[in-house]
């Protein structure tokens, strides 16, 4: 339904507390109160427990905070958000997230939970096989599908009504994927009566978000009581740079998002496939080669000609013929990245880009790599960025890499026994859930081989400079 008027009591509910929600969501449905349309709220809660201190922090501010954004040139904002404006406290069976989403007032559930969050294998089929999902399944509230067939379960006992599930991760055709895992489980659960109400009674636009958003240092808190007097206990930062596409298939209404400046349109595809392939997948590039090289932030490696030069000959060589032709200017966006990414002012760590590669291969890059092949070339741009990662987790491996590596889908034995075998890039390379098709083929094994040659080689010469 488009432009459709809701009740003033119309609630979006987010599933997700972390910075990105605050920084990019919750700014969009801001500056639609600060135009004076009043007419939706945000209700905020979370599947972790690990959320608790930031939502206490935000209840006792009323679920007020402050945004920073600044330039590359270094130029800062200060913007009070007021979007948020009910705080669901957390517990183990999430009861008062399922009354929210259950709660007729509620037409919108969103949710950030990270790719890794979905357990999806290389199909994009439900992981049934992780201790997560297992729970879930048992009946516990784990994981988004659990949460979510808790509500949807309790929504139709109450006769909630139709709603929206709103998935706002970097995951290809992210409604898609989700909506598919979600009747996956639905049907491991044998809960048919709810799987046949979600297919008739729910809508699952895809999306593509994009904000570089890293984790807050104690720095934001200071420079916001600075420049704005108010002591906020949990401010977010964010570049400057935003964009939100969403197609436009709400089933239950929505706010008016255009008024806002998200994008509104039949297909996220070109949009969500230069984003994913482009932007995410150098940005993993660049934080595991700048954390081999004992490089802290994004910038710093950005900055750096041969990192940098690794993220614009995956992008130039392999990625725009594989998008071409595109509405967007490939080339551009290419360079607009780059420049983001080199925002001194952002100081966005390796560490936080760095996380969850064993879901970002087969999501950001792998792709990249298939279609090389079928079009007959031989895709060695796009390799280097599976061999850095490969060095980077056998560093992790050795004990080395100077942070905690965070994985939503890491198998630490496997990968320990995989450093440990007799020829770990062929175990690497014929890994399904990495490579998908390409997983054991001997060229691919080949390429790789050549590839975690080539990265050794930058890596020695790097550290000699």
């Known amino acids: 339904m488009k432009n459709a008027h809701q009740p003033q009591s119309s609630v979006w509910l987010h599933i997700g507390s972390g910075s990105f929600h605050r920084a990019h969501q919750a700014w969009y449905l801001h500056r639609l109160l600060a135009k004076g349309d009043n007419s939706w709220s945000i209700a905020l809660g979370n599947i972790r427990e690990d959320g608790v201190p930031l939502l206490n922090a935000l209840q006792a501010q009323g679920g007020k905070y402050v945004l920073e954004t600044v330039t590359p040139q270094g130029e800062r904002e200060y913007e009070t958000i007021t979007s948020i404006q009910k705080i669901i406290a957390w517990d183990n069976e999430l ?39 297992q729970a879930d399944l048992q009946g516990a509230c784990r994981t988004i599908y659990g949460a979510i067939g808790h509500i949807l379960a309790r929504r139709i006992a109450l006769k909630g009504g139709d709603i929206t599930l709103l998935n706002c991760d970097n995951l290809r055709h992210n409604g898609e994927r989700f909506r598919h895992g979600l009747l996956q489980f639905l049907a491991l659960r044998q809960q048919h009566d709810i799987s046949d109400w979600v297919k008739n009674h729910t809508r699952s636009p895809n999306t593509m978000v994009d904000r570089i958003t890293p984790r807050p240092s104690p720095d934001v808190a200071v420079r916001v009581a600075q420049a704005t007097g108010f002591e906020d206990r949990v401010p977010v930062m964010g570049e400057a740079f935003i964009q939100w596409v969403i197609e436009d298939d709400f089933i239950a209404g929505r706010p008016h998002l255009e008024e806002a400046g998200v994008e509104m349109v039949e297909s996220v595809l070109p949009y969500e496939e230069a984003k994913i392939r482009i932007l995410n997948a150098s940005h993993s590039c660049i934080a595991w080669a700048g954390t081999l090289t004992g490089q802290r932030f994004i910038d710093e490696s950005t900055r750096t000609p041969s990192i940098c030069q690794m ?4 992008v130039t060589e392999d990625v725009i013929p594989s998008l071409t032709p595109s509405p967007l200017d490939l080339a551009r966006y290419r360079d607009v990245v780059l420049e983001r990414f080199s925002n001194p002012h952002i100081q966005d760590t390796n560490q936080r880009v760095a996380a969850d590669g064993f879901s970002k291969i087969p999501g950001f890059i792998t792709p990249t790599l298939q279609e090389c092949y079928q079009r007959g070339q031989t895709p060695r741009a796009t ?82 400079v």
């Not at 007729?104 to 992780?130: A, K, M």
């Not at 062929?426 to 998908?436: S, V």
């Not at 997983?439 to 990265?455: I, L, N, P």
Request: aromatic letters at 14%.
């Open 95 to 133: 009861a008062a997230l399922v009354a929210q989403g259950a709660d007729p007032h509620t037409r919108v559930i969103s949710f950030t939970v990270t790719e890794g969050g979905y357990y999806l294998d290389n199909q994009f089929n439900l992981d049934q096989q992780n201790a997560d999902i």
């Open 383 to 464: 390799a280097m960025l599976p061999a850095l990662f490969f060095v980077f987790m056998q560093q992790w491996h050795l004990g080395l890499l100077p942070y905690e590596y965070q994985d939503g889908i890491l198998d630490a034995p496997a990968v320990h026994a995989l450093f440990s075998s007799a020829d770990p890039v062929a175990q690497f390379a014929a890994d399904e859930k990495l490579f998908a098709g390409l997983a054991g083929d001997k060229a691919f094994t080949e390429m790789m081989r050549q590839s975690v040659e080539r990265v050794r080689h930058w890596l020695n010469d790097a550290k000699r």
């Open 311 to 314: 993220a614009y000959d995956y």
